[in-house]
């Protein structure tokens, strides 16, 4: 057992050696990666980010007036049951 682990432990070391190793070559290629994917990426059009805005700004509004309900709705609800469970 206990050579099993020395063995394990020397692959190991070796294992971060060549890590260390190949560190310079994996870091350049991953920034080669990155080039080639941020060649690919497009910038929107003026009226592709007025039209995304418009829905943003809508749905914000959207969801807050459901929330603003629905909280209203649940506020009364506890409210009442508090009136009616204190003045028993």
Same mark, same amino acid.
Request: hydrophobic share 45%; proline share 2%.
């Given at each position: #057992?206990?050579?099993?682990?020395? *063995?394990?432990?020397?692959?190991? #070391?070796?294992?971060?050696? &060549?890590?260390?190793?190949?560190?310079? !070559?994996?870091?350049?290629?991953? %920034?080669?990666?990155?080039?080639? &994917?941020?060649?690919?990426?497009?910038?929107?059009?003026?009226? &592709? =980010? !007025? *039209? @995304?805005?418009? =829905?943003? +700004?809508? @749905? =914000?509004?959207? /969801? $807050?007036? %459901?929330?603003? =309900? +629905?909280?209203?709705?649940?506020?009364? $609800?506890?409210?009442?049951?508090?009136? %009616? /469970?204190?003045?028993?």
């Amino acid at each position: #057992m206990a050579k099993l682990a020395a *063995a394990s432990d020397a692959k190991g #070391m070796s294992n971060i050696g &060549e890590q260390i190793k190949s560190w310079p !070559q994996r870091t350049m290629s991953f %920034y080669s990666d990155i080039r080639t &994917e941020m060649k690919k990426v497009t910038t929107p059009s003026r009226k &592709e =980010v !007025q *039209a @995304t805005t418009l =829905v943003v +700004i809508i @749905t =914000v509004f959207l /969801f $807050g007036a %459901y929330f603003a =309900v +629905i909280d209203k709705v649940i506020g009364t $609800g506890v409210d009442s049951l508090l009136r %009616y /469970f204190t003045h028993r």
